[in-house]
Structure formats: structure tokens, C-alpha cells
Nanobody, 132 residues
Framework: QLQLVESEGGLVQAGGSLRLSCTASGFSLAEYPIGWFRQAPGKEREGVAAISSSGFSFLDYADSVKGRFTVSRDNAKNTVYLQMNSLEPEDTAIYYC????????????????????????WGQGTQVTVSS
């Protein structure tokens, strides 16, 4: 069974850094594009970053995190990372990694790479809290 698992988030002060990881069970993460999303209380889930299966075809970021967040992957370790620097209280949310089971070695249209509708498999989410 395809399953995604995010690493534990945490509490960090504004200006600090945190790295999340996303691993997989039941399949090879290396063959799938991965998206990172977040959802703050009372808000819709929003795309944060997306990376192609190779890590070279595309790297997309939401404007709100450009220059602060970096998505990367180590396919040998079956892991995708989200490095978050210069964290702000507005980054407080539950963070999810996601993929699309139908896109083994496939691509996602640029217009929907940060859209929830491009993904059908989600991790359980991990809480990131940034204190001011």
C-alpha cells in the first residue's frame, strides 16, 4: 500500500530553520513527483513547493516561500526534503507531502503543480509552529 510519511515538525522561533522529510512505504518515491502543502487553521490547504521525480525537470515554489524554502530529494534514500529557513509566524501550519499514484515517472502540468487537485496520495501531516 502506497503511504507517505512526514518527519516530525516542531516549534521554532521566528527567523529559525527547520527541515522536513517525506519518506515512502510500499513504493519507490524516486519515480514520482512530490508536492509539499500546508494548511493553517481556518485556511485552505495551499501548495508550498513541488519537485519532479528526477529533481531536475521542475522545482516550483509558492511566492510566499521563494528564497526561504528549498525542496530537494535524495532518491537513493527514497526521501524528499523541505528545508525551511527564515521562518515566520505566518508559516505556522500543518505540512503535508503528497504525490499522484498515476504519475509514475510522469510530469505535472505547470499550472497545477502547487494545486491540491494534482495529487491523490497524502501523508498524515506534521505540525510546524513558528513563535514570534
Amino acid at each position: 500500500q502506497l503511504q507517505l510519511v512526514e518527519s516530525e515538525g516542531g516549534l521554532v522561533q521566528a527567523g529559525g530553520s527547520l527541515r522536513l522529510s517525506c519518506t515512502a512505504s510500499g513504493f519507490s518515491l524516486a519515480e514520482y513527483p512530490i508536492g509539499w502543502f500546508r494548511q493553517a487553521p481556518g485556511k485552505e490547504r495551499e501548495g508550498v513547493a513541488a519537485i519532479s521525480s528526477s529533481g531536475f525537470s521542475f522545482l516550483d515554489y509558492a511566492d510566499s516561500v521563494k528564497g526561504r524554502f528549498t525542496v530537494s530529494r535524495d532518491n537513493a534514500k527514497n526521501t524528499v526534503y523541505l528545508q525551511m529557513n527564515s521562518l515566520e509566524p505566518e508559516d505556522t501550519a500543518i505540512y503535508y507531502c503528497a504525490t499522484n499514484k498515476a504519475l509514475r515517472r510522469g510530469v505535472i502540468s505547470p499550472s497545477i503543480r502547487l494545486s491540491t487537485r494534482a495529487y491523490d496520495s497524502w501523508g498524515q501531516g506534521t505540525q510546524v509552529t513558528v513563535s514570534s
